[in-house]
């Protein structure tokens, strides 16, 4: 279809960029969506000028200026266990009185392999090495000195 009435050019593009089913697209987004049902002269024009003009989007996204770049850049490690993530999963359900209610997981960065090392919420890092170092399973020396420090 083509148009030239402006209140229904403004019609289409608030029901394309504002409305709640839109969610206030980006412009490449609303030409998209505009192209599938309707054409008119300068419509590409007319939707640029339209999302210039969507003061929420100005508003939320706007550049402060900064740059974003790594903070330092990652080490590719040379042996197992030189460089370790580690990170919590917590607030388990209840599985009885003894239970374990946390996991302390540990990815080493060499071979991409997880640990899953069972714990409690309130366990100090001492008592998790210690749980850990011990039965055969077993972390490692220097990543027991990282827990303690």
């Keep these: 279809m083509s ?12 029901e394309c960029h504002d409305s709640v089913v839109s969610g206030h697209l980006l412009e490449d987004r609303i030409l998209e969506r505009v192209k599938t049902f309707s054409w008119w002269q300068n419509w590409r024009k007319d939707i640029a000028e339209y999302f210039e003009t969507c003061d929420r989007f100005k508003n939320t996204n706007r550049a402060t200026g900064k740059k974003f770049r790594m903070m330092f850049q990652i080490q590719e490690p040379k042996s197992p266990f030189e460089i370790a993530q580690m990170d919590w999963i917590t607030a388990l359900p209840p599985g009885g009185d003894r239970s374990f209610n946390a996991f302390l997981v540990l990815v ?16 100090k890092a001492m008592g998790i090495a210690m749980c850990h170092s011990q039965g055969g399973r077993g972390i490692t020396n220097h990543i027991q000195q990282s827990l303690l420090h």
Excluded: A, E, G
């Excluded at 080493?108 to 366990?123: A, G, I, N, S």
């Design 3 to 14: 148009f030239t009435d402006r209140t229904l050019i403004n019609s289409i593009l608030h």
């Design 108 to 123: 080493d960065r060499y071979r991409k392999t997880p640990m899953f090392l069972q714990c409690h919420t309130v366990d």
